[in-house]
């Protein structure tokens, strides 16, 4: 089995839980991701995934999609 990728995104435009909720979500929707932490009072998610079926590109488009903009940290 292919081992998970790792990233870290520094996320603007999160202001409540419910931001950070929505964001998680749509990070865990996403095919090929195997989970997605997000930290408001950090700013940060943490998302692993599988190479091959999603990529950062597509992780920080769906960020993006859901309300928040994002920078690999």
């Known amino acids: 089995m292919t081992q998970p990728n790792a990233i870290q995104l520094q996320i603007e435009g999160m202001s409540c839980a419910s931001c950070t909720g929505r964001l998680e979500r749509a990070l865990q929707a996403l095919p090929g991701v195997v989970s997605a932490q997000v930290n408001l009072a950090a700013g940060t998610a943490q998302v692993e995934w599988l190479r091959g ?9 769906t960020a993006g999609a859901a309300g928040s903009s994002t920078t690999e940290q």
């Open 53 to 61: 079926v999603t990529d950062t590109h597509d992780i920080a488009a």
